[in-house]
């Protein structure tokens, strides 16, 4: 367990990097990233390198025990090589550049920027190979697929095209494009989607945003190559950068040695948030799933975020620690705090570090250091602990992208959809893995796996295998609509996965915000929205009839069983109150640990190895709040001493808690 800063030498006074350096040892500080975007430092001018001032940066931190993580600096195309290779930009959907003078003003698939990449690396990573303090290496910085197209993007994504379809006879088939004479005839006749209307051929947008993310992988995977080639010891990663987006993190990240994420929770704690509070939950689960391991974050909340947009509230006291904790809860191994000094100049000037534009230690800095003593005292106890769950839910960047291209009805969004879901099981005391929805998943009891739009045969073949040897999975409304052309299918839905499910959807109605009743078979009545499936049942059961509309009394939920297994269908999006009612029935048969209804705000998540197993229980809100933990004997790691079922958790509030092996 180690505990680091994002630092920029390059925008301070040399003569202060030995206070800085000293100051970090004092807190605790064992590793900093450096140099993510100091191309134009690096390089001045094409060709010439001057490294001096870096070298010298990490010589001062090594002297006090600190190791680097470097970044290579591509995101920030210096003026000198964008001026001789205009390339380099971006070009948006309706034929204009994308400027410099923020950053990410690259394409991609732009040769000048491979060259110039390739040679800015094998410099770095020539000169840094051998040098004691540097440990590894972070891949440009919050990559995205971007919306190019450039000539350079139109040629590479005909060739993918034809890589994939072979030919323009199959692309016509497959898409469709007899509808309003969109046949293609000629090569030169298919272009990225231009113009910016939502209208296109879904099946054409669907695949230039697949195109759009495996660029930006193969650029990931490039200078993931260029790095090993000569630090073939230092570890390569990158830093993801939340949800939702274009790019498939799973691909982006299938060189990397292990998942980054920079990690923001949001400081705006009123009434009317109270979702939001669980976004980070689902952010980190996200991020372990990437790998299926531990992971970093390479930035974690310091202080008030704001940079473009208004600054956003000042963390309150005990926020900063309490999420730092949150995120070593859910598998982080390394927490690198963003930033050391609040920038004094360019465009992140509000978006705050650990110490003010003062550079005075202060209230944050403190709460920081705190938390690195703790860590410090902990790091033995935690080494070699993971998390190990019993619930995997299936995350699928391909249909958050599909939903986009053609919403579904009013409100109806796959991820804010995906963390109601994901949100009730936190609030459950349930711990998830969110994992690619093509990955294994035979080693867990319940298995999520929502809102499958588009059909691939591959996890249809693995969700009927799964609950014929005995698992419990969940499916909902919006399933087996589409094959993955993004064109819709003629089987009745759900599709393939009618036959494990039990029924089928006779009609749909999309009701977005009118809000319907269900009836549970527990006589409770919940409230549903944004879609609703009338089912007729084949094999299944039902457990949730409709109470209003013309579909009352008929099918809204159901049960299956099939094979070992039992498979339940819920044909609506529900309120929370009816997910938690849904899901503690669920949960109680599949025989999981739960400790029943949390208070807002409030997470439980255990680490666990072999011989130990540790459980975190934290309040990340400003209002005490008060839990029954599960029969279990523990003690708190910090002190030793006995803990009651019963406790009472201060705003803020971490417990870090050694279980007895069951």
């Known amino acids: 367990m180690k505990v680091g800063v994002d630092y920029y030498p390059e925008h301070w006074d040399p003569a202060i990097w030995e206070q800085d350096a000293q100051q970090m040892k004092s807190a605790g500080i064992t590793i900093v990233r450096l140099a993510e975007f100091a191309w134009s430092k690096l390089e001045p001018t094409e060709g010439i390198y001057d490294f001096d001032w870096l070298d010298k940066a990490i010589k001062i931190l090594n002297t006090q025990g600190i190791k680097v993580v470097l970044g290579t600096p591509t995101a920030t195309p210096p003026n000198w090589l964008v001026e001789k ?64 197209h450039c000539e350079n993007c139109t040629l590479e994504f005909r060739n993918w095209l034809e890589r994939k379809y072979g030919s323009l006879e199959n692309i016509n088939r497959e898409w469709g494009t007899v509808v309003w004479s969109g046949d293609y005839t000629s090569w030169s006749q298919v272009t990225t989607p231009l113009g910016g209307s939502p209208h296109q051929n879904p099946s054409l947008l669907l695949d230039f945003q697949r195109f759009s993310s495996d660029s930006v992988a193969d650029f990931n995977r490039f200078q993931a190559s260029l790095i090993r080639e000569n630090c073939p010891n230092h570890f390569v990663t990158h830093n993801l950068w939340g949800y939702p987006v274009v790019t498939d993190y799973y691909d982006l990240f299938d060189e990397m040695d292990f998942a980054t994420v920079d990690y923001y929770p949001s400081t705006d704690l009123n009434d009317d948030s109270k979702a939001a509070i669980y976004h980070g939950a689902l952010t980190l689960d996200l991020t372990r799933g990437v790998k299926q391991k531990n992971f970093w974050v390479m930035e974690q909340l310091s202080g008030t975020p704001g940079c473009w947009n208004p600054m956003s509230r000042a963390p309150f006291p005990g926020m900063i620690r309490a999420h730092a904790w949150q995120s070593i809860s859910r598998g982080a191994d390394v927490i690198v705090n963003f930033r050391w000094r609040t920038a004094r100049i360019g465009a992140e000037q509000f978006w705050h570090g650990l110490l003010d534009h003062h550079g005075q230690p202060g209230r944050r800095f403190s709460e920081f250091k705190k938390f690195s003593e703790e ?73 999520i796996a929502p809102y499958l739009f588009l059909e691939n045969d591959l996890v249809v073949s693995k969700l009927e295998t799964y609950a014929k040897n005995g698992g419990t999975l969940i499916l909902t409304t919006r399933t087996g609509v589409k094959n993955m052309h993004n064109v819709c299918q003629p089987e009745r839905l759900p599709g393939q996965l009618s036959k494990i499910a039990g029924i089928q959807v006779e009609e749909y109605d999309p009701v977005g915000t009118d809000v319907q009743k269900i009836v549970l078979r527990t006589n409770e009545e919940v409230s549903c929205f944004q879609w609703c499936d009338v089912i007729n049942l084949s094999t299944a059961e039902t457990i949730g009839l409709y109470a209003s509309e013309y579909y009352s009394g008929q099918a ?40 029943g209804n949390l208070p807002t705000g409030v997470e439980l998540s255990v680490r666990s190895s072999d011989n130990k197993r540790i459980l975190f229980a934290l309040n990340l809100t400003k209002e005490k709040k008060q839990i029954t933990l599960t029969p279990r004997t523990r003690k708190c790691a910090f002190s030793g001493q006995s803990v009651d079922l019963d406790l009472i958790l201060e705003p803020g509030d971490v417990r870090v808690m050694i279980e007895e092996m069951s």
Not at 572 to 582: A, I, M, P, Q, W
């Open 556 to 595: 809204a939920i159901t049960r299956n069983q099939f094979g070992n297994g039992v498979v339940y269908y819920i044909g609506s999006v529900l309120n929370d109150v009816g997910y938690e009612r849904l899901f503690s029935q669920i949960i109680q048969e599949c025989q999981i640990e739960s400790t």
């Open 375 to 447: 860590v410090a005292q902990l790091s033995d106890l935690l080494d070699g602990t993971s998390l190990k769950n019993d619930v995997a839910m299936l995350f699928s960047h391909e249909q958050h992208n599909a939903f986009k291209i053609q919403p579904q009805s009013d409100g109806f969004d796959y991820l804010n959809n995906f963390k109601q879901l994901h949100r009730t099981l936190v609030k459950q005391g349930v711990g998830v893995d969110v994992i690619n929805w093509i990955e294994d998943i035979e080693d867990y009891k319940l298995v």
């Open 85 to 148: 290779h205009p390339d380099i930009l971006p070009i948006d959907n309706k034929k204009q550049p994308i400027y410099p003078g923020v950053r990410c003003h690259r394409c991609y698939n732009s040769p000048s920027l491979r060259l110039h990449t390739n040679k800015i690396i094998k410099k770095l990573t020539h000169h840094y190979a051998n040098n004691p303090a540097v440990i590894g290496w972070q891949t440009d910085n919050e990559l995205a697929a971007n919306d190019c």
